[in-house]
T-cell receptor, first 113, second 113 residues
Framework: QQQVKQSPQSLIVQKGGISIINCAYENTAFDYFPWYQQFPGKGPALLIAIRPDVSEKKEGRFTISFNKSAKQFSLHIMDSQPGDSATYFCAASIGQAGTALIFGKGTTLSVSS | DTEVTQTPKHLVMGMTNKKSLKCEQHMGHRAMYWYKQKAKKPPELMFVYSYEKLSINESVPSRFSPECPNSSLLNLHLHALQPEDSALYLC????????????FGPGTRLLVL
């Protein structure tokens, strides 16, 4: 019940296309859902995050869509660029002392030019 | 400024060595974390410090020993490691354990021979 399931494992998108990564969770106590971007040899960087009271959040080319009833959330990268090629992790947390971020397994995105 | 710094960037050590990893943040965050990340896997939580006290130890072997000397510093002492401990070790911080946004450092790439 603590799992966050992420798909696809890898994704190839043409430059200018839309990249979509999906995550699903079971624990309805989760109330914070961040996405992290990680380049090889670097630490994860917070990309965008959402809470369940909002169905969509947009920051530049990155949008999170959140479906509370389906317990799913997704990351959309519009106008994908080669510089977006990285590994993306979704995560979830309960926001209580003694808990931690639960990460999905990650998606490796390659944007071809 | 959302910077978490880690030293060293790379570390090679033998199984009988003792070494330490260091992490520093000056954001006034009161929660700090150690994660271990193997290639093509998500970060795995090892330890959480909240207000300089250890609040989570995810059943980590005793050859890993964390220390939080003050609110800005976090150390991970390593002793008698095994080759399977080779990984990227990531430090993160958040405002406190109730504030879910975690900021990661660049990591220390550890190789145990």
């Amino acid at each position: 019940q603590q799992q966050v399931k992420q798909s696809p494992q890898s994704l190839i998108v043409q430059k200018g296309g839309i990249s979509i990564i999906n995550c699903a969770y079971e624990n309805t106590a989760f109330d914070y859902f961040p996405w992290y971007q990680q380049f090889p040899g670097k630490g994860p960087a917070l990309l965008i995050a959402i809470r369940p009271d909002v169905s969509e959040k947009k920051e530049g080319r990155f949008t999170i869509s959140f479906n509370k009833s389906a317990k799913q959330f997704s990351l959309h990268i519009m106008d994908s660029q080669p510089g977006d090629s990285a590994t993306y992790f979704c995560a979830a947390s309960i926001g209580q002392a003694g808990t931690a971020l639960i990460f999905g397994k990650g998606t490796t995105l390659s944007v071809s030019s | 400024d959302t910077e978490v710094t880690q030293t060293p960037k790379h570390l090679v050590m033998g199984m009988t060595n003792k070494k330490s990893l260091k992490c520093e943040q000056h954001m006034g965050h009161r929660a700090m974390y150690w994660y271990k990340q193997k290639a093509k896997k998500p970060p795995e939580l090892m330890f959480v410090y909240s207000y300089e006290k250890l609040s989570i130890n995810e059943s980590v072997p005793s050859r890993f020993s964390p220390e939080c000397p003050n609110s800005s510093l976090l150390n991970l002492h390593l002793h008698a490691l095994q080759p399977e401990d080779s990984a990227l070790y990531l430090c993160a911080s958040s405002q406190d354990v109730l504030q879910e946004t975690q900021y990661f450092g660049p990591g220390t790439r550890l190789l145990v021979l």
